[in-house]
């Protein structure tokens, strides 16, 4: 019984395995389509394919006038993330900015879209100490 036990224990990696290379590959295309990159990230793949569909969507209704309107794209991102996920989202967009900022655990993605560099953070809800 033990046999059959490490051998279906063995199978279930693998396929686990198989399914993550898959998913890999289907998110790295994804990605590709809508000509974005991470720089670096701590947030859920499901928030993150929702910042790269909104921000490619924003993205290409400012476009056709012709001009970046990076403090309408932070701004759209922000109330989409705050009304999705809830409150203490922050959004800095631009191509080209310094940040150091500090985030809730899972609420950070930092990425870059055509030439246009995104940062996307929630912090921390909690009352101040007087």
Request: include cysteine.
């Amino acid at each position: 019984m033990e046999k059959a036990e490490e051998e279906l224990e063995r199978r279930s990696k693998f396929l686990n395995s198989l399914i993550l290379k898959k998913k890999s590959a289907e998110e790295k295309q994804q990605n590709e389509d809508l000509n974005v990159r991470v720089r670096a990230s701590d947030m859920p793949f499901s928030l993150q394919n929702h910042a790269f569909k909104c921000a490619r969507d924003n993205l290409d209704a400012t476009m056709a006038c012709g001009k970046l309107d990076s403090k309408r794209l932070a701004l759209v991102l922000k109330k989409e993330f705050d009304s999705s996920y809830g409150p203490a989202w922050h959004c800095i967009v631009g191509t080209s900015f310094g940040s150091y900022v500090t985030h809730s655990i899972g609420g950070f993605l930092y990425f870059s879209i055509d030439k246009v560099y995104v940062l996307l953070f929630r912090t921390a809800v909690e009352p101040l100490n007087h």
